[in-house]
């Protein structure tokens, strides 16, 4: 079996969902499974759906910091992102990829991130709902949505992580346990180059992953880039939605 592999470098937030979003919406008519990873310049905070912006980002920082600020269409809670590999995967419901339990299908496609740690010298563990550990602390977190009879997924790897750059723009409830909120998630949060005690690259880690999805799913994954159709509909997506303040402020 063969899947399409997208391998993208840095990319505008708004695009990277657009282009997830037009990934999804193409599927049934692209005809076969598309893995993509990329990464996000300028730096980025993404919110989930049922998020809202006011509440949980300090967007005053992040506009003077030049850090976009992107509601995502899959659910979830805020994600700053910066040095890591993100990935999308995009396949039909029925094609039997991926089971139709949610938390079934969690687990198969995170066990593509669990191979290829195993590539990097990692052994990664997934825990329900959507995350992955490594000796005991969280290197992934995943969301998903169901769409047209097509499922995406999509989630971010830490190789590398700042969670005290991370908590200056996000908002914290309680700022008298902001310092052991802090001191809590460092103990709970890791990140790829932390746990193997060296500096992998970017693309070091997309090979591995890449080898990962392919002993998962025991398919071959072949560079194809974006359809011309493909490319309208993201740049389309992007300027009427995930660019637009009525989206992002929607809660």
Partial sequence: MEFRFILDDYVKPAMNMAIDEALLKNCLAYGKPTVRFYRWKPRAVTIGYF?????????????????????RSTGGGAVYHDSELTYS???P????????????SYRKVC?????GLRELGLQAA????????VNGRKVSGNA???????????????????VDKMFSLLKVPNEKIR??????VKQRVTSVNQEAGKKYSYFEVAAAIRKGFEENFHARLVEEPLTPEERQLAEKIAVEKFLKPDWTRMR
């Fill in 179 to 184: 310092d052991k909120l802090i001191s809590d």
């Fill in 89 to 91: 995967f995009v396949c």
């Fill in 126 to 133: 997934f825990v329900p709902l959507n995350d992955l550990i």
């Fill in 111 to 115: 066990g593509a991130l669990v191979h």
């Fill in 144 to 162: 998903q949505t169901r769409k047209e009879k097509t499922i995406l997924q999509h989630g971010t790897l830490l190789i590398d992580v700042d």
């Fill in 93 to 104: 419901l029925d094609s039997g990829l991926v089971p139709k339990n949610i938390l079934d």
């Fill in 51 to 71: 998020q809202s912006l006011e509440q949980e980002v300090d967007t005053a920082k992040c506009a003077a910091e030049g850090i976009d600020c992107i509601r």
